[in-house]
């Protein structure tokens, strides 16, 4: 698969949001079984993707309401894409800002999927006849009245809530701030609950329990004293020693799900960082441990070292850039040592599903 492409036609430069080229004025999608965005052209009743001349396609239903530019083949005899058949509740789309809170979502959740084929992890839809498919319900909080319910995130039995507040960016950075988190996207929710759906099929169902326990700790620990331990008492104050985040430190369940998270974060940041072939050579002495070129494919690498290597470096570049913009850090973690191993067993147990 690949983030940064060509027109087919034009030879424009595209990006895997892009649903329009803007050289040539061709329609795009994206194709799944092809890993690649292609400029289409009317077939019939279908589309011709220049990619894949060979294969007629047609847009995913959510095409119509701007929701998503992925396509399928006319014989996969579904009216939605390998993205959206995961999709069990979406938002009224006749209001406006609903439909346009829905719309940020689907783009997040296209760039999750996206990696996780990639990685080749399992994705069972509601008519695979898995047990715990994965399903998103994306839910609009009731209007303001005394008691009405606030729609819950989080990840039950392979439904994963998202809230479409969390779409709002305002709303979102409130919430960021007051409750302490140096990093909140819709993205990172995503790979988030994600990480709890994975900790059943791959540990629960793997049979990797005891391995998992001996890493992260016992998930049998009451889940929701814990929580409310959390949020009562905070995070001790070395847990940067042992944590990727302070929220890390609530419970394994909640350990595991953000290590997976970052992974993913890392994963796929490094993919597109290699498409554009960034590379940093500081001109200062003694910057070779600054030195970096991402040369392999991180998504099939499995040696965390050689991820973390590259990723170190990186980072710290682009921190330093966002800085000279005024802006907060790209990547505000501290990867320790016990983190990295964290990160080496998600890695393992990713490759060997």
Avoid at 37 to 54: C, M, Q, W
Avoid at 156 to 161: A, F, L, R, S
């Amino acid at each position: 698969m690949k983030l940064l492409l060509l027109c087919q036609h034009c030879q424009q430069t595209l990006l895997f949001e892009n649903t329009k080229c803007e050289r040539c004025g061709h329609q795009l999608g994206y194709l799944p079984d092809q890993g690649v965005v292609s400029a289409v052209e009317p077939s019939g009743a279908n589309r011709k993707a220049l990619a894949s001349p060979d294969q007629t396609y047609r847009f995913c239903a959510n095409w119509e309401h701007e929701g998503c530019n992925w396509m399928v083949t006319p014989d996969e005899h579904h009216a939605l894409c390998a993205a959206c058949r995961h999709n069990r509740t979406i938002p009224d789309i006749s209001n406006p800002t609903y439909r346009s809170r829905w719309q940020k979502i689907e783009a997040a959740k296209r760039r999750l999927i996206y990696t996780l084929i990639n990685l080749s992890l399992p994705l069972p839809t509601a008519d695979s006849g898995d047990g715990e498919p994965l399903i998103f319900d994306f839910l609009a909080n009731l209007p303001d009245a005394p008691g009405a319910p606030k729609v819950m995130m989080g990840h039950d039995n392979g439904i994963i809530t998202l809230s479409l507040v969390e779409a709002d960016d305002a709303m979102r950075e409130q919430l960021r701030v007051s409750m302490g988190e140096p990093y909140r996207t819709l993205l990172g929710h995503f790979r988030h609950e994600c990480g709890h759906f994975y900790w059943d099929k791959l540990v629960r169902d793997g049979g990797k329990i005891d391995s998992c326990q001996a890493i992260f700790g016992d998930e049998s620990e009451n889940y929701e004293g814990a929580l409310k331990r959390h949020y009562a008492s905070g995070a001790p104050p070395t847990w940067q020693q042992e944590f990727v985040s302070a929220y890390a430190t609530s419970h394994p369940w909640e350990d595991f799900a953000e290590t997976f998270a970052h992974y993913l974060h890392i994963v796929d940041t490094l993919e597109t960082a290699r498409a554009f072939g960034l590379r940093t050579r500081p001109a200062v002495p003694d910057g070779d441990m600054l030195r970096t070129k991402i040369e392999f494919d991180p998504h099939r690498c499995r040696d965390i070292n050689q991820i973390i290597d590259v990723w170190l470096p990186l980072t710290l570049a682009m921190n330093c850039i966002n800085r000279s913009m005024g802006q907060p850090d790209l990547y505000p973690f501290v990867l320790s040592p016990s983190v990295i191993g964290k990160l080496g067993y998600i890695s393992n147990l990713i490759h060997a599903a």
